[in-house]
């Protein structure tokens, strides 16, 4: 069984921390200065465990192992939130890394293949999952040229910044790879909360967004009586109410949804207005839900529609994830390594939040693993775990790669 | 009975219309170079009059009768809505003009004190009725300091910039007038939709803003479960939709209330919003109804509040209006003409807008008098009146101003 090096896995956490640093937080957008600094420095550990390392042209960061296929590919992101915390993306980074080290330190599983991986742009400053979204075949050519970031930057300046104009884009070798592992801080409560160490992901939740737009009559706030106005705000604000209070009883026990972009124009106190946008977003593992919940979506603006105020017409938004199932065998495979190392302290559960595993699963089998997040909190320079979990679960995910591989 | 002249009328509204004229609409903002020009232009007016015409510090034009006093100020506005209607505060300023040369033409009133005046910034390019408030005494120094317009141009660059730097401000003189009176286009659909042709007006209504700022948590909105959010635009939607829902029972008939401005952050489609903020502005002719509105604001709050969800507070915006009573003399004045030239076409009504009015009243009695806006529009390009009615309300206002100074 590999054994991991908990002292050198801390040691390249705190390092890659380092980079971009600001207070405990990390400020590393996709394609920053700082990214590409933390790529490098990647890319020369991955040379010092032995991997043959290329950044390829939109900055995802690839280390193969000199050992023949068919393989596993491990990894997450080293790109941040525009204020992020150290361990999203990082952690699942360093670990790959470490268990490429692990692997190769032990006679029994030196022979076997492992690639390491930093995916680029998980973190949508141009596109959610660009990085292997690209990788995997999975991003169109037309999307990607009209993509720039919230300051107005287009991606193709960013990449010609970062000095990867003329470098080539990787693409998934099929025939290399048994599958993709994952690790990621849980982002969320439940492990914390239950005294669990390892969560094993049976599924990442899809995510279904629609775009409300409300039309009514602008107008004089003091003039216009009541009786006569075509309020949009008013339509929004029953709109948004409607679906809080009956969401519940479509919704299952984890999905979530949130109405968190409302726009209401001309935006002054003292007119009606005439214009409202908002969006909702919701999730759940099952597809079925999802449905049961849009169907109630639907079946409320038919209602706000027929009030005969302001009207509203419902579009998809630009993001639709289905859900993604991680392969049965991954699963089986994390957990009896988890319970190798922490009896009775793992448990499967789907992932709230989405990951570069969700689009890797669209080309090969994926496995994923989640360690606590101290307090649930993620995307904020607080986030944090404690140095055992975080060791932790580099072991089960070392002894994981190795069971799954051994019995390929 | 005075007698105005109905095309001298028309050729100076339409000459007024034509400076800052953007198609059939009007653009001339408070101090820019086009209300300037109309006021140089209606100067020249007053002066052919006979009135000793001024320009203030502040832009306010006033025209001041050789006659002796006690007499009566009549007027309104000339500066525009950004995008505004050519008869919004126009045809009050150029009755005004109409009024004292009708007057001042014919032998039986020509002795009479009428002075005319086009005030500055009704239309709150700075600060609403910052004219009038400057020269009744109501304008606070350390306010005035302050402001700024909404493009961040400060009232004293504007001020240099009219060439007014220099010019000291007008004051009222209050043993000079017995009252002010305003006409003023209705902006609402009332006098159309009740075949009426003069609204006299009792009462200007009180405008009450509350600001609500809802404070809760912000989060990831795929790992963060519904019951343990704290989520700051779900409590905007509850009270917003519980004020609309419970508004109607504490209303009186010609209550209004509007929430026209809201904003939710960092308003982000997948971030439980933590911060969001509502701006609540109702209106009636009674400060009992006001208070009874109020009251259901406070106990919808407090409901909100009692729900563990995000929280609210609730401070008053920064404009408040107690109702303006019009002087009943000058009521019966105004209803007495209009029944002269309209028999049975006018009707006593509350003003849902605001007005100088209601800020002149605060120092000497105001009468006002409305005309039919065809289709209740304003506010807009499109806002207009039909020329019959335009020459009635001034013929009405001319007599009503000759038999109140004829009474005194």
Redesign the interface.
Known sequence: MPKIDAQRLLADLRHLRSIGAQGIGVVRPALSAADMEARRWLRGRYQAAGLAATIDGVGNLLGRSPNPGPGLLIGSHSDTQPTGGWLDGALGVIYGLEVVRALAEDPETQHLCVDAVSWQDEESRFFGCLGSRSFCGLMPAEVEEGLRDKDGVALGEAIAEAGLRDTPRLSVERERYLGFLEAHI????HLEDDGQKIGVVSTI?G?R?TVFTFTGQQ????????E?RK?A??A???L??AI?QEF?KA?GP???????????A????????GHAEL???F?DASDEVLDAMQAVADRLVAEVNAQGGASVEARP?RVQIAPAHMDPGFQEHLAAAAERHAPGQSVAMPS???HDAGIVCGVMPCGMLFIPSIG?I??DFAEDSHDDDIVLGCQVLADAAASILQAA
Chains 1, 2 share one sequence.
């Open positions: 849980e982002q969320g409560p939740v995510l967004g107008n004089h706030a003091g003039t216009t009586m009541m006569g309020d705000a008013t929004l604000y029953a948004a109410h809080n519940p919704a984890r999905s979530v949804w949130t109405m968190g972009r409302a726009v209401v001309p935006g002054a106190p003292s007119i009606v207005p969006e909702l977003q999730r938004s709230g939040a989405f649930g993620s995307h």
